[in-house]
């Protein structure tokens, strides 16, 4: 598609509990990223993969968090066990390799509240 | 490590006020410059971009030059509108597919 598509657009869990959102990026970019936006306005990066490979796992925390891209599937990420400073809009991005992947597209964000 | 640093806000400004919005980076080398807006409720959208010293990205009214010298990428727009209410985020990457580092964004309020 055209567009950066993510659901679903709003999660609500308990804190415990497991949830997963996904990311199916622009038809032909190879690139997507994932960014945490808490506190409105604040931005962090996750991860990055590179078709199904991962890229860049430096935002990525060390436990609880999981993240996939499969061939012909959307990309997801996982957060087991959520706790409440989970909470916050979950942002995927992508890109075009080479001279087309300075931009990052976003897509709509996917709101997780964790109660 | 790589850091962006923005102005503290909100701004509110009047229809047709002149608008700047301060952005410094730290980051060694060359790296790309950005600036981003998030309408309400929406995901960001580029605004506009520079990839090299002295390079002035422009769009929708809104022109930031990259300056080495200062380090900064200040966005500025001569007449703004209720229409750029948004949240503004000033950001840098190392280069195509590189991770994306923001500021801490910036909220424009325009009144009619």
Redesign the interface.
């Given at each position: 598609g055209e567009e950066?598509a993510q659901t679903p657009k709003h999660l609500v869990r308990g804190e415990g509990q497991k949830a997963k959102l996904y990311c199916a990026p622009i038809k032909g970019h190879?690139?997507v990223?994932w960014?945490q936006q808490v506190l409105k306005?604040?931005?962090k990066?996750l991860i990055?993969f590179?078709n199904e490979n991962v890229?860049?796992e430096?935002?990525m925390p060390k436990e609880r968090f999981s993240a996939k891209c499969l061939p012909n599937s959307p990309c997801s990420l996982e957060i087991q066990a959520t706790k409440l400073e989970d909470s916050a809009v979950y942002?995927c991005?992508s890109?075009q390799?080479?001279?087309?992947?300075?931009?990052?597209?976003?897509?709509?964000?996917t709101r997780l509240t964790v109660t | 490590g790589d850091s962006v640093t923005q102005m503290e806000g909100p701004v509110t400004l009047s229809e047709e006020a002149f608008l700047t919005i301060n952005c410094t980076y730290t980051a060694t080398g060359y790296p790309?410059l950005f600036w981003?807006v998030q309408y309400p409720g929406?995901?960001?959208?580029?605004l506009l971009?520079a990839?090299k010293a002295d390079d002035k990205g422009s769009n929708k009214g809104f022109e930031a030059t990259y300056r080495k010298e200062t380090t900064s990428f200040h966005l500025e727009k001569g007449s703004v509108q209720v229409s750029d209410s948004a949240?503004y985020?000033c950001a840098l990457?190392r280069?195509?597919?590189?991770?994306?580092?923001?500021g801490?964004?910036i909220?424009l309020s325009v009144r009619p």
């Open positions: 950066v190879s690139y990223f960014y306005n604040e931005f990066f990055s590179q890229f860049d430096t935002g942002f991005a890109s390799t080479l001279a087309g992947g300075l931009e990052q597209y976003f897509g709509p964000g | 790309s981003y929406e995901g960001l959208q580029l971009k990839t949240v985020f990457s280069g195509a597919n590189s991770k994306l580092t923001f801490k964004g909220t």
